[in-house]
């Protein structure tokens, strides 16, 4: 699936150096080699060579030169790479996604307590309901510097970046408009049930962003199964008739659905984080630029002709401003843990990370009277609590 695909991964190379394992991340590798050198060492095999000592008796690993010998032999063919993981995203991410799905199945009941509902958008306030919608904003902030970062470090153009950054955003967003037409779904007017269509749509999504694998065995049969999926998608969107109010229309964009909101503040928050990815200080003022477009928005600064036309489709204070802002602060938090600075121990990292929380949440208390603490509304305050 297509959310499984953006998971936040990190590569390591292994070589052998002076009797011990060295990570081509260690401090002692990076000092000691140019960063050309090392490129050499990671996608070569002269360098691997160099790189290793044999020991005239058994070093600190216990190996032999016969053993390290192979493992040499096992590095040339090519220089082995792994892929890790982040355990403590995945964590974070297994967790909101848990209570996202508590949250919606209780939502509907009656006589539930009132922190188990979203508090009512006329009112100031906010539950713990309330903060699953941001904190998977945040997740989604958190992985960019893991998956963007990477790829422009391995020298992609920020062409291609936003290439890859428009597909990604555009299925999300197809998804996401699709979710939010079935709750409205006729099933007269569209002439099937709305169970029918809803597993048709989700069978046809499953062919599109399946992740295949990748054999020349299977290469064609697999693009026959994406083909079949956006026909089916097609089709789907074809016969839908929606009860919208009084009147019977076709498909609409709505609100975008979660997944449509989550792409438009991807969108955003990627195609900055890709402009001031190695200034973490421009992207603090990003960050407050995008709480600064919903207060302009609400106040009624965006209303000349090019503004109206954009919102139209897609809100800007809301969808681009609050909700890019809580995902540029995920950006900023992984940037702080990946701080390879001298100096920069777990504990300075955790004191900047609190530092960081602290001056969010003055920020959010001193906005609050402008527009109150409202989810559906995507205030200030919400963003930044």
Wanted: charged content about 15%; glycine content about 10%; aromatic content about 10%.
């Amino acid at each position: 699936m297509f959310l499984q695909q953006s998971s936040p991964r990190v590569e390591t190379t292994t070589l052998v150096h002076q009797d011990r394992l060295v990570s081509a991340g260690d401090s002692p590798w990076r000092e000691s080699r140019s960063h050309k050198e090392r490129a050499g060492s990671i996608n070569g095999t002269s360098l691997v060579r160099r790189a290793v000592r044999f020991p005239r008796g058994r070093g600190t690993l216990g190996a032999g030169p016969e053993e390290v010998r192979g493992l040499v032999e096992a590095l040339e063919k090519p220089a082995a790479r792994r892929t890790e993981r982040i355990v403590s995203i995945d964590l974070f991410r297994g967790l909101t996604i848990l209570a996202m799905i508590f949250v919606n199945h209780v939502g509907h009941l009656k006589d539930i307590p009132a922190w188990m509902k979203h508090v009512p958008p006329d009112q100031d306030g906010m539950t713990f309901v309330d903060v699953v919608f941001p904190a998977f904003l945040f997740i989604v902030g958190m992985a960019i510097p893991l998956a963007i970062g990477r790829r422009l470090e391995r020298g992609e153009s920020r062409l291609r970046v936003a290439g890859h950054v428009l597909m990604r955003t555009l299925s999300l967003l197809v998804i996401g408009v699709f979710m939010v037409n079935i709750r409205s779904l006729d099933p007269v007017a569209t002439g099937m049930s709305r169970d029918a269509w809803v597993l048709l749509m989700f069978i046809s999504v499953i062919l599109i962003w399946n992740q295949y694998p990748r054999t020349a065995d299977w290469r064609y049969l697999f693009i026959v199964l994406r083909v079949l999926g956006v026909a089916g998608l097609i089709w789907m969107a074809a016969i839908y008739h929606g009860q919208w109010g009084e009147k019977v229309t076709r498909m609409q964009t709505a609100w975008w659905g979660i997944l449509g909101l989550i792409g438009w503040a991807y969108l955003a928050s990627t195609l900055t984080y890709a402009v001031f990815h190695r200034r973490p200080a421009a992207l603090v003022g990003m960050l407050a630029l995008f709480i600064a477009l919903y207060i302009g928005d609400a106040a009624g600064r965006l209303d000349f002709a090019v503004a109206k036309q954009v919102k139209e489709w897609v809100w800007l204070g809301g969808h681009i401003g609050g909700h890019a802002a809580i995902t540029v602060a995920g950006i900023l938090v992984t940037m702080i843990l990946l701080d390879a600075r001298p100096g920069q121990t777990p504990a300075r990292r955790i004191l900047a990370i609190l530092l960081f929380a602290a001056g969010l949440f003055a920020a959010g208390y001193l906005l609050r009277p402008l527009h109150g603490i409202s989810k559906n509304m995507a205030t200030p305050t919400w963003c930044l609590y």
